[in-house]
């Protein structure tokens, strides 16, 4: 898909997977380890307070408008022609974008939410804060990646010529 929808449609959609992927890699550098040094209670604590924090429009509207706009970018790519590697370059960074995504719909959001119902002042709940950042952690890293390499392989695409 070439010209200015092309463009235009390429162009935010590396947009929000660059942004989602810094979110995941501030969150790996900075917040992840400065919870690390809290007492579990207090580091369940402020996760849980984190995760409905980040539940709220603004998060949501790039979260599922960037897998939109990464899904309509493959459909797109995939059933205009001819197929170019600026044609490659998109469908495999949106794809990577849409990876993002699916990770984090089926491992960090399934680790929210068992997180959620953990009472940090339980016997059980520093157990339960390791189990939670051992996984939660992995997933968000390779979330990142995948979200800040398809972003990089978007904005590649755009320098690549149409043919």
Do not use: K
Request: glycine letters at 12%; charged letters at 5%; proline letters at 5%.
């Amino acid at each position: 898909m070439n010209g200015t929808i092309g463009t235009a449609l390429t162009t935010a959609t590396a947009l929000s997977a660059g942004v989602t992927g810094g979110v995941y890699v501030a969150f790996s550098a900075m917040v992840l380890p400065a919870l690390r040094n809290l007492p579990a209670a207090d580091s369940l604590t402020a996760m849980q307070r984190i995760n409905v924090a980040a539940v709220q429009p603004p998060f949501m509207a790039l979260f599922f408008g960037g897998a939109a706009l990464s899904a309509g970018l493959v459909v797109a790519e995939l059933s205009t022609g001819p197929f170019t590697g600026r044609s490659l370059a998109r469908v495999v960074g949106a794809s990577l974008a849409l990876a993002s995504f699916g990770l984090t719909i089926a491992a960090n959001v399934p680790l929210n939410n068992a997180l959620a119902g953990v009472n940090p002042a339980a016997a059980g709940a520093a157990d339960a804060w390791q189990t939670f950042n051992h996984g939660w952690s992995r997933a968000n890293l390779i979330r990142a990646g995948a979200a800040m390499a398809g972003a990089a392989l978007l904005t590649g695409s755009l320098l690549i010529a149409p043919n």
